[in-house]
């Protein structure tokens, strides 16, 4: 029952909107009528190449005292965020009609720039008060709310038209002491054609009147003539925009709501879908343990221990099945030993880091609204989890009577992350050629290789000192010095069905959840309900631990030893699916790009591989207590 009580609040604190209660790390601020608020822009992102620009680098308006950059951290740097001022100037309270930004002159390489990122529906990044922009998108038919800012411009035959007029709407909640906190955040975006009354404007001050919007009134959408929009061309082009300030009922804990619910909070029942297939699942499994393993095997270990009556003499006693692989069954694998060592090292490193990174971020530790805070406790989580990676590969290599244990030490520490970091420099090698934000910065490239030399190669070493001083795993059977012969197997248990076989039901135990955490990773969504992806996080393990036992018992059965990189590779094989799954993701890009390809496919890649490591070690150790608890229970003569 308490363990019920607690995931229920977990589920339920994973929607981080707990009216009245403020998130770790975000401090409400309170404004003043007439005071400034700070309009702040990001990078210009698609969901179809993956390739994030910086703002400036198209001919938009530049705020006069200079671009300032805000001091971002190593998670929004990792994420390809660049946050920097901008040239709107906005006040609590204060309405604006049709505000004269700036003007530009487009030349030809700024038509080309702002084809390419309206071809690819690139769309604006926009922060007021640590609140991303929402966009209401005007047509002919409909008016459309998204939560993941606006667009750049769109798209009409052969022409493209710009976005050069916004209405930007901000929602505030009023105080008892009459101060005022902003709650929401939207963007109308519109194109329109300016003109100036006496002709065109030199760019100095006063700005002429503009004939083709009123100072009075906000522009709408159906005031503009089809043939008034902002065709792109040379030239001179204004950008415009209106402030109007609506009073709200929402209040500040409460002003995520509409992003983290978005798209009509139909997430919601799915995951609850998700939860529920997950456990039947898990229930279907647990009957099949009970019912075919523990039965049977009560039966087995009875038979094997009861004592020999006058009519049956113990040694003609007939023997087949698990028993007969005693004094093999714990046998040291003979290929790849160290190789075992290290993956089952890693799993476990990120075993636990995951549990801990899910758990933070369920109970409102980690949250979307800290930008960059989930990258960040995922880096620093894996960094410190180190020592379990050390501790676990070099008792088991010591179990294993391994002779090289430097070497096993070293490539725990530095295989799995050397892998991601040289995929992880080569593809911000392709992201920079394009001059993309999505290039991570030299410096941030060397505390990412601190943290790693630094922090983590010390504590898989301080880990594997600690392993390498406890004595070796004791198994409740002696293993012989000669080993056994293996029988022939039957077809339906060889390792290319088994394997295979053994990644379906984890990856069906979690398939759902993965589609909200790829949309979330390349749909730019926001990814909130936590509180679900633990539930799901425990039901994969134990879908995993019971998956691996029923196999590996009936691998057993035909006196077939060999259980160790079985075991390892029966639950590893669900990265393999989640590989296939990202394969029929990736028709939602969209994309015809090669560098999306390679940008895609290289990080699902690793991903993959942490899977594999993660759900294969989870595997192994179900088969390893399995295994000593079995075999613990008989009488060996």
Request: glycine residues 6%; negative net charge; hydrophobic residues 45%.
């Amino acid at each position: 029952m308490y363990i019920l009580t607690v995931l229920s609040l977990l589920i339920s604190s994973s929607v981080y909107h707990i009216h009245g209660f403020y998130l770790p790390g975000v401090a409400p601020y309170s404004y003043e009528t007439g005071e400034e608020v700070e309009l702040k822009v990001n990078k210009l992102s698609s969901i179809h190449t993956l390739l994030p620009y910086d703002y400036y680098s198209l001919k938009f308006c530049k705020p006069k005292g200079g671009i300032q950059s805000d001091s971002e951290n190593l998670g929004e740097f990792l994420r390809g965020d660049r946050i920097e001022n901008s040239a709107y100037q906005i006040k609590l309270k204060k309405e604006e009609y049709c505000k004269v930004l700036c003007q530009v002159e487009l030349k030809s390489k700024d038509l080309s720039d702002f084809r390419k990122v309206i071809k690819n529906k690139y769309h604006h990044n926009w922060i007021v008060d640590n609140l991303p922009a929402a966009s209401i998108l005007d047509d002919e038919e409909f008016v459309t709310t998204e939560y993941v800012g606006y667009p750049v411009g769109f798209m009409e035959g052969p022409n493209y038209f710009v976005y050069n007029h916004v209405n930007i709407v901000i929602e505030y909640h009023t105080l008892e002491d009459e101060k005022h906190r902003i709650v929401g955040f939207y963007v109308e975006p519109l194109s329109i054609h300016h003109s100036f009354s006496g002709g065109e404007w030199d760019g100095h001050e006063p700005v002429p009147p503009l004939t083709s919007c009123s100072g009075t009134k906000h522009l709408v959408f159906e005031e503009i003539k089809k043939n008034d929009k902002q065709k792109l061309g040379l030239g001179k082009m204004v950008y415009t925009y209106g402030v109007e300030w609506r009073e709200s009922e929402v209040r500040w804990a409460s002003r995520w709501d509409v992003y983290l619910t978005m798209n009509n909070a139909v997430p919601d029942k799915v995951h609850w879908f998700s939860i529920i297939n997950s456990i039947l699942i898990v229930m279907f499994l647990t009957f099949l343990v009970s019912m075919i393993l523990v039965r049977t095997l009560n039966k087995e270990i009875t038979h094997y221990n009861r004592v020999a009556t006058d009519e049956e003499r113990a040694d003609e006693r007939e023997e087949s099945g698990w028993k007969l692989v005693h004094a093999d069954v714990f046998r040291a694998p003979t290929e790849f030993p160290m190789t075992f060592c290290v993956f089952v090292g890693t799993g476990m490193q990120l075993v636990v880091c995951a549990f801990f990174l899910i758990l933070f971020a369920a109970l409102g530790f980690l949250s979307p609204v800290n930008r960059g805070s989930l990258m960040i406790g995922m880096l620093f989580l894996f960094v410190l989890m180190g020592s379990f990676a050390g501790f676990t590969s070099a008792r088991l290599y010591k179990t294993f009577k391994g002779k090289q244990w430097q070497r096993c030490t070293a490539l725990t520490a530095t295989l799995f992350p050397g892998i991601v970091f040289t995929v992880f420099f080569t593809l911000n090698g392709v992201v920079w050629s394009y001059g993309s934000t999505g290039a991570v910065p030299v410096f941030t490239m060397v505390a990412i290789l601190t943290l790693w030399f630094g922090i983590s190669v010390p504590l898989v070493f301080l880990g594997a000192y600690f392993g390498y001083k406890k004595d070796v795993i004791e198994f409740p059977v002696i293993t012989s010095n000669i080993p056994r012969q293996i029988p022939e197997q039957p077809w339906y248990l060889n390792p290319a069905m088994t394997i295979p076989l053994g990644g379906v039901l984890p990856f069906g135990a979690c398939f759902v959840e993965l589609f909200f955490i790829m949309s979330s990773i390349w749909m730019d969504q926001y990814y909130y309900v936590f509180g679900f992806l633990f539930v799901v996080y425990i039901v994969l393990a134990l879908t995993c631990a019971q998956t691996s036992v029923v196999l590996c018992y009936f691998q057993l059965c035909v006196e077939d030893y060999r259980w160790w990189w079985r075991s390892f590779l029966t639950c590893g094989s669900t990265a393999m699916y989640v590989f296939l799954y990202s394969i029929f993701y990736f028709s939602r890009l969209e994309s015809n790009m090669t560098v999306t390809y390679f940008l895609y496919f290289g990080y699902m890649g690793l991903m993959s591989l942490g899977v594999f490591l993660l759900t294969g070690t989870i595997g192994f150790f179900a088969c390893l207590y399995f295994n000593y608890q079995i075999y613990s229970s008989i009488k060996v003569d």
